[in-house]
């Protein structure tokens, strides 16, 4: 009885490696959900993802509160962001990223990420992130940040945002997710503390 007790507590305490999703599976979940999504939605407490519609709309960003953007597609015709444009209300952040699979959008990250995590830390601040659409380049920096900043599996990211907005980042950009969750979720790993750590 006690050995059997013992075997069970053995393999109670054994971790399973974490295995990242494949693209099959995160578009299963993509495609699942609601399918339709506003010019603007809050994903997270004052962080909000929208397409050009809302980043032209100065007015608007002003009633949200808005003090910080991050335009996901900075430089491209249809959304042509800057300093000038927001004024001085409002801090600027420029990715300037193409919505195509091999466009290797993970060298903005950590960068995006970041900025997103200062903007957030900030008392009073709200940040609005967007790119054409705001599925695709914006989502798949959102979805990043809370991988980065707040553990999130991918799949947990994607399934927090998809409470509030529709998403659908390309595939290159859902490899480069499942890149990333790996990282992070190996590193993770590594440093969680042995029993002679506690």
Request: aromatic fraction near 12%.
């Amino acid at each position: 009885m006690v050995d059997s007790l013992k075997s069970t507590e053995e393999k109670s305490t054994i971790s399973i490696p974490y295995e990242s999703p494949t693209i099959e599976q995160l578009e299963d979940i993509l495609h699942g959900g609601q399918l339709s999504c506003n010019h603007v939605d809050e994903v997270w407490p004052n962080l909000f993802l929208g397409d050009m519609y809302m980043s032209h709309d100065r007015y608007g960003l002003w009633r949200l509160g808005v003090t910080h953007v991050l335009n996901a597609a900075h430089g491209k015709m249809c959304c042509k962001g800057s300093d000038d444009f927001y004024g001085t209300t409002v801090k600027y952040y420029g990715v300037a990223a193409n919505d195509l699979p091999t466009f290797d959008i993970s060298h903005f990250f950590y960068p995006s990420a970041q900025y997103i995590h200062q903007t957030l830390s900030t008392a009073g601040a709200k940040i609005f992130v967007h790119c054409a659409v705001g599925v695709s380049r914006s989502a798949a920096l959102v979805l990043a940040y809370l991988m980065i900043f707040h553990n999130y599996t991918l799949v947990d990211a994607i399934l927090k945002v998809k409470e509030k907005r529709w998403i659908f980042p390309n595939r290159g950009f859902l490899k480069q997710l499942i890149a990333l969750d790996s990282t992070l979720k190996s590193k993770s790993q590594t440093e969680k503390p042995t029993q002679d750590d506690l």
